[in-house]
């Protein structure tokens, strides 16, 4: 199987930055897209932006132009530097792949446990 853990969250000031880093681990074939969702409180989980192995990206309007996300593909780690920070960018973070493990041989989706961002002065 694949396993997922995030580090990086934290307490910002707004205006402030942040990088977030996900590295996945265990049984893995091959990881196409990777990605950060978040969840605020009493709101639906959101995507906030996505890689893929070939490097395209996608982003969320909020998030355009203060986020970047970035992988490296040897290392299956994927990046979420965070710029120009707003309190409505606090949520919960979660780090997303698209991969497939040596075994069962099938395509899953897979998800961190979460990583807090606050955002407040």
């Known amino acids: 199987q694949v396993q997922l853990v995030e580090s990086g969250g934290g307490l910002v000031q707004p205006g402030g930055s942040l990088r977030l880093s996900c590295a996945a681990s265990?049984?893995?074939?091959?990881?196409?897209?990777m990605g950060w969702y978040r969840q605020a409180p009493g709101k639906q989980r959101e995507l906030v932006a996505v890689i893929t192995s070939g490097a395209s990206t996608n982003y969320a309007d909020s998030v355009k132009g203060r986020f970047t996300i970035s992988r490296d593909n040897a290392k299956n780690i994927v990046y979420l530097q965070m710029s120009s920070l707003k309190p409505e960018d606090t949520a919960v973070y979660y780090c997303?792949?698209?991969?497939?493990?040596?075994?069962?041989?099938?395509?899953?989706?897979?998800w961190g446990q979460g990583t807090q961002v606050t955002v407040s002065s």
């Open positions: 265990g049984s893995i074939f091959m990881i196409n897209a």
């Open positions: 997303y792949a698209r991969a497939r493990p040596t075994t069962p041989i099938r395509w899953d989706d897979y």
